[in-house]
C-alpha cells in the first residue's frame, strides 16, 4: 500500500515540477508548485514525519504560495514572452541537465552505504514532542536566531513595499 | 496484491530529480516570479533530503534542519516578492532579461 | 477487514448525516433571521417550511449551468471543487463521541484519530484560501477579483488569530490530537464546574474562546465580517460569475466550515463531548429536553395559529417523545448522551453564528484588517503569553 502511494504520489511530484517548468503563464506554475508541495507533503508522512509534513502544507502550501498567488494577481502578470536565449543554452542546457540528475543517481546508488526499505509505521520518532523537545534543548539558539530573522524579514517587506510619502 | 517496499534511494533519486527542474527553471525561464518559483522547488527537494536521512538513521535531527529551510524559505519568499513588486513598480516589467543595467 | 469495512460504515453515516445538517441549517438560518427581525421565515414549502431545503436544491441542480466566455476554464472550474472537498473533508477528524461498543465492535465515534488532528485543520483552512482567490482571479471580472482578494486577506490575517487562540488551550492539554484534548477536559471541580478549558486551572481559556468566535467569524466570512460577498457591496463577491451547482459547491463550503469551526471549538474550549452536570444527571437532560419540547408542541396544537397547524404539531411532537424515551433507555447512555451534549453545545454555538448575522452590522474592509492586525493579533499574543506563565508558575 505504501509502495502504491509513493509511486503515484512520486510521479504527482515530478509531473506538477515539470508542468511548473514548461507553463507560460506564472498562475499554472504556482499552482503546479502547490502540486509538489502537496505530494511532497504525503511523501513526508509515509516517512513517518507527520509535524513537518503538516507544517509543510501550513508554511509553505497555505502562507508562502498564497504570497506568491496574491504578488501574480496584484501584479497581473502575463505569460511569458519567449525570447531568444543563448546558442549554449539551447543545445547543451537539455543533456546536461540530464547528466547531472544522472551523476547524482550513480553517486546515490553506489557512494552511499545500503539503506533500508521504507515501510510506513516502522519509525514514529517524528511526533510534534520530539521536534518540540530538540527545539528547545539543543536547538534553542537557532530558534531563537530564526525568530529575529522573521522579524527582519517583516520590517524587510513592509519598507520595501510601502506607498512612496510624496 | 503485495508489492516490495520502496527502497530509500528512490526517494533521494526523486530529490535529485526535483532539485535538476529547480535548475532548470531558474535557468531557462524568463518571468522573474517563475525563476523564484524555481528557487522555492530546489528548496522542497532539499527537505525531502533531509527527511530521507533523518528516517534512515532514525534521528530527529533531519527533521529540525528541514523545520528551519521552511521558515527561512518563508521569510525569503516575504522579502524577495516585495522585491518583485519594487522591481515592476520601477521597470514596469517582469522580464529578468530587461532589468539588465541599474540606470532606470 | 474488520477495519476497513467499519470505517466505510462510519464515513457513510457521517456524510449522510452532514449533508442534511448542512440543508437543514439553511433553513434554521432563515427561520431564525426571520424571526429576529420580526417576520416568519419560508413558511409554504412543507410544514413551516420544512421542505425549503429540498426545494432550493432542486433549483440549483435544475438552473443553467454556463460557463462564461472569457474565464480561464480550468481554473474556474477547480476553484468550487477546491473549496466544497476540502470543507467536506475537515469533518473527518472530528470526534462525536467516546470509544464505543456496539455488538462487539469496539470503535472510535471519529472516523479517523490523528496525531495531529489540529494542524490537520489548520492545513485544510490555510488551502482552502486557493477556492477563494481562484474563483474571482479566473472569472474575468472586475468585482470577483476585488471580492475574492479581499476575502484571501481577511482569511489569512484572521488565521493568525486563530492559530494563537488554539494554541493557548494545547498548553494546558498537551496533546495536538482531538481525542486527547477532549479527554482531558473530563471530570469536575468542586464536583460541580465542568474542568472544560473555558474553566479550567491554571488559566481559564475564556479570552481564547472568545478570540477563536472572532476569527471564526472571518474565517468563514459571515456577518460581521462578509464584505467579501455583501450583496450591496460588490454584486456577489468572488461568486457572482457562477451559477448552479458550481454556486451551490460555494454555499455548502461556507456552511461546512461554520460546522467545522463550531465542532472545534466546542472540542477545544467546551469539552467536547462531557457533560455539564456531574453523574447520572447528565444522561436525563436529553430526555428532560426532548420532553419539554413535546409539552411545548402538544400545547400550541391546541390552540394553532394556523390551521395546518392542528395536524402538524401533535405529530412533530410525538417524534419528541419517542426521541425522549429512546435517549431514556439506559444501555443506549454510552452512546447516546455524549452525543447530546457534543450536538447541543455545537447546535448553541451554530445558534450564536446566526444571532449574531441578524444582530451586527457589516465591517467596512479597512476596519476588518485593522481589527485583526492591531487589536485581535496582540491580544491572543497575550492571552498566549499569560497562558504560559501561569502554567509555567502553576503546573498543570
Known sequence: MDTVLFIIFATVAVVC????????????????????????????????????????????????????????????????????????????????????????????????????????GSWVGGKAEQIGQMLFTEYLLPFEVVSVL????????????????? | MHLPPVPL???LILSAILFALGVA?????????????????????VNLSFITFSYHLRRIDGHIYSFFVMVVAAAEAAVGLAIILTIFKNRGTLQIDEVDSLKL | MNFFLVSLLKIAIVFAVFMSTLAYLQWIERKVLGHIQSRTGPLRVGPHGLLQPTADVIKLLTKEDLLPPFVNRFFYLLAPFIAVSLSLIAISIIPFGPEINIFGVRTYMQISDLNVGILFVLAISSISVYGVALAGWSSNNKYSLL??????????????????AIVSPLLLNNHLSF???SDSQAGFYLGFIPRW???QMPFP????????????????????????????????????EYSSMKFACFFMSEYANMVTITCVATLLFLGGWHPLLPGVIANLVGPVVFLLVAAVLFYHALQPARKRDRFTFPIFGLAFLVLAIIFAIPPFWPVLTPLFWFVSKVGILLFVYIWVRGTLPRFRYDQLMHFAWTFLFPCALVNLLATAFFVAVFGK
Open chain 3, 179 to 181: 481525542r486527547e484534548i
Open chain 1, 150 to 166: 522573521i522579524l527582519i524579514a517583516i520590517l524587510g517587506a513592509v519598507v520595501l513595499a510601502q506607498k512612496e510619502i510624496d
Open chain 1, 17 to 120: 515540477a515539470f508542468n511548473l517548468v514548461l507553463q507560460k503563464h506564472p498562475i499554472s506554475s504556482a499552482l503546479s508548485l502547490i502540486g509538489v508541495m502537496g505530494s511532497l507533503a504525503v511523501l513526508y508522512l509515509l516517512l513517518g514525519a507527520e509535524f513537518i509534513a503538516m507544517a509543510q502544507v501550513i508554511v509553505y502550501g497555505g502562507a508562502v504560495m498564497v504570497l506568491f498567488v496574491f504578488v501574480i494577481m496584484l501584479l497581473n502578470a502575463g505569460s511569458e514572452k519567449s525570447s531568444s536565449k543563448s546558442w549554449f543554452a539551447n543545445v547543451a542546457g537539455i543533456p546536461l541537465l540530464l547528466a547531472f540528475v544522472a551523476l547524482l543517481g550513480f553517486l546515490i546508488r553506489s557512494v552511499l552505504p545500503p539503506m533500508r526499505a521504507v515501510e510506513f
Open chain 2, 25 to 45: 527553471g531558474f535557468i531557462y525561464r524568463k518571468s522573474v516570479i517563475t525563476v523564484f518559483m524555481s528557487i522555492e522547488l530546489m528548496l522542497n527537494a
Open chain 3, 197 to 199: 478549558n473555558i474553566f
Open chain 3, 205 to 240: 481559556q475564556i479570552f481564547a474562546f472568545l478570540f477563536f468566535m472572532i476569527a471564526g467569524f472571518a474565517e468563514t466570512n459571515r456577518v460581521p465580517f462578509d464584505l467579501p460577498e455583501a450583496e450591496n457591496e460588490l454584486v456577489a463577491g468572488f461568486h457572482t
Open chain 2, 9 to 11: 534511494s528512490w526517494y
Open chain 3, 147 to 164: 471580492g475574492s482578494l479581499r476575502s484571501s486577506a481577511q482569511m489569512i490575517s484572521y488565521e493568525l488569530t486563530l492559530t494563537l
